[in-house]
């Protein structure tokens, strides 16, 4: 049996991994009846209380990777495994963050972050108690009678972080939940992110294609090659010290170093599906 | 008094100035509108009375305002051929809502069903479009033959009439429901049915409150054109009086009478309208074109 400092002795990499993706391949069937492959023979291990950050360019089966460990897919190939049982249905006990806002626009902020628990038959009293100490927790005291609309892009982003975290996840999946934020309200909303993962210590995927956001948020940053059937090219490890602010650690030595070196693996990716997406162009001229 | 506070106050002064100049522009436009629906009014009514003039032929073919009025009158007193006039209104409302309470929740519910399962969608597919592109209004005679002339076959062909387009409104509406809403939700630890309940059925009620206006404008003709078609009483059957004893003005009064109905109903409609959609954003004033 083991005790609790034991635990911690233990290297993140030689425990049960929270996410373990073996090999997995996803192909979709598009309307017309050919097939598309999202993702091609990937692997990846995330660590219990991990924050794992995947970049990549445009369409190399980012998100794919996050609904596969969700449950929302089944992969096509390969296996998918969360805390060592293979995925079938909904996996319990993880959050999704989605790109686009995905808060019910009829329901109050307090009716959306109590979702989760009515959902899970907790008694209306606790889930109420729960969500408003939440809607506290993301800084939004005060709007639990707001409908989504009479709040600001940020204001939304918090709603759908308390949605996600009232159900203290193991796992949290996030696919590029601040792309569609300004610049700062950015910067401060992952700021509260670290701070809120911090508590929990879920381990989290996060993808984007912020490169100075992925190493400025996580321990780990996958990169990915150009897709169609886009897999695992590089994992870098951030050995950035935390508590970290999130405005400030790009001015950090270490950081830029990081970024430099990321960038080297990512560039060419990025170019591959820069030249892809303009193919046609580039044949007519 | 300070420099300062003689500055705020004539800042003040400007606001308010501002702001009353913007208010009375308002009214005075809202006045001139008011104006003009008015004196279209009084145009074409005036145009129609002067138009048939004293030739009692034009007024047993066309009718004419005053005697709209005068017919209306003698109703609201004395009660029409076929009994008190409040009688008629009443038969004729009875069947309208009945039917269309029915038809709405038949819609929906049948609406939502084949909108969420897809089996349901693929085998019933076929037999709904046979039945839309029928007329349907011609259901009314088998209606009337097999229900007789009572109110239970009016009412069978307003349902008839307003289950389709609430049914194919809410299945769109189900159609049309965002599918990070639902994947959201389902994450969350929503089962199938707390889906339906909590995400596709608000989502949906954009579609079917929509749709209302138009189904209740249906119920009110399915009602008038069963009681055509065969009844005792009500408005159809009062107009199918008058038409019987070339009294044109019998017509144009329940005609009078029905787009009263008509737009008490609408009041109530968007009232409803306004309660179940109150979590949307208010429409923005952009620039006008």
């Known amino acids: 049996m083991s005790t609790a400092p034991h635990l ?116 209306k009293a606790n889930a109420i108690a729960s969500a408003k100490d939440w809607i506290r927790r993301v800084g939004l005291a005060g709007f639990e009678d707001r409908f989504p609309h009479q709040l600001s892009g940020g204001m939304r982003k918090r709603v759908a972080l308390a949605q996600s975290l009232i159900n203290e996840p193991e796992i949290l999946l996030m696919d590029e939940p601040f792309s569609a934020l300004d610049v700062q309200t950015r910067a401060i909303m992952s700021n509260e992110l670290l701070g809120l993962w911090d508590v929990t210590k879920p381990a989290v995927v996060f993808v984007t294609h912020d490169l100075e956001e992925a190493i400025a948020l996580a321990d780990k940053v996958v990169v990915m ?46 170019d591959t599906a820069y030249s892809q997406s303009t193919q046609t162009t580039g044949k007519a001229s | 008094m300070s420099a300062s506070s003689v500055e705020t106050t004539l800042t003040q002064g400007l606001e308010a100035t501002i702001a009353a100049t913007a208010h009375s ?56 051929a076929i009994g008190p006039l409040w009688q008629q209104i009443a038969v004729t409302l009875e069947e309208a809502l009945i039917g269309f309470v029915i038809g709405t929740a038949l819609g929906i519910v049948s609406g939502i069903a084949l909108g969420r399962i897809r089996f349901l969608a693929e085998v019933f597919s076929p037999y709904i479009k046979v039945l839309n592109s029928i007329p349907r209004i011609v259901l009314g005679s088998v209606f009337v033959l097999a229900l007789g002339l009572g109110i239970e076959s009016k009412i069978l062909l307003v349902v008839v009439l307003v289950f389709f387009g609430v049914f194919f409104n809410a299945f769109q509406g189900v159609r049309e429901v965002d599918r990070n809403f639902i994947a959201n939700a389902t994450i969350l630890g929503a089962s199938k049915w707390q889906v339906t309940r909590h995400v596709v059925l608000p989502s949906a009620f954009t579609w079917i409150v929509a749709s209302l206006h138009v189904s209740f404008g249906f119920a009110l003709i399915g009602a008038i054109v069963g009681e055509f078609l065969g009844g005792l009483q009500g408005l159809g059957e009062l107009i199918k009086n008058a038409q019987g004893t070339f009294n044109a003005n019998g017509v144009w009064a329940a005609m009078v009478i029905m787009g009263i109905i008509a737009l008490i109903a609408e009041y109530f409609i968007t009232r409803l309208e306004n309660r179940l959609l109150r979590w949307r954003p208010p429409q923005l004033s952009g620039p006008e074109l």
């Open chain 2, 25 to 80: 522009r308002t009214r005075k436009r809202r006045l001139r509108v008011l104006a003009s629906q008015l004196g279209l009014l009084v145009l074409l009514l005036g145009g129609w009375q002067l138009g048939v003039g004293s030739d009692q032929l034009k007024v047993v073919l066309y009718g004419e305002p005053s005697g709209i009025l005068a017919q209306l009158i003698t109703w609201f007193r004395d009660g029409t």
């Open chain 1, 225 to 270: 090659t150009a897709g169609p059937g886009g897999t695992v090219k590089e994992t870098f490890a951030i050995d950035l010290p935390r508590p970290r602010v999130v405005q400030e650690i790009r001015f950090d030595k270490r950081f830029v170093d990081l970024y430099q070196q990321i960038w080297e693996s990512l560039r060419s990716e990025v």
């Open chain 1, 8 to 123: 911690f002795s233990t290297p993140l990499a030689t425990l049960r991994p929270a996410i373990d993706l073996k090999n997995v391949t996803k192909r979709f069937t598009t309307p017309d009846g050919s097939t598309y492959t999202a993702i091609r023979d990937m692997t990846l291990q995330v660590a219990p209380g991990e924050f794992c950050a995947i970049v990549g360019p445009t369409g190399c089966g980012k998100s794919t990777s996050l609904t596969l460990i969700s449950g929302l897919e089944r992969p096509s190939a390969g296996s998918v495994s969360v805390h060592g049982e293979p995925v079938k249905g909904i996996t319990p006990g993880v959050g999704f963050m989605f790109q686009t806002d995905a808060v019910l626009p009829w329901k109050s902020v307090l009716d959306n972050v109590a979702m989760g628990p009515k959902f899970r038959g907790i008694d």
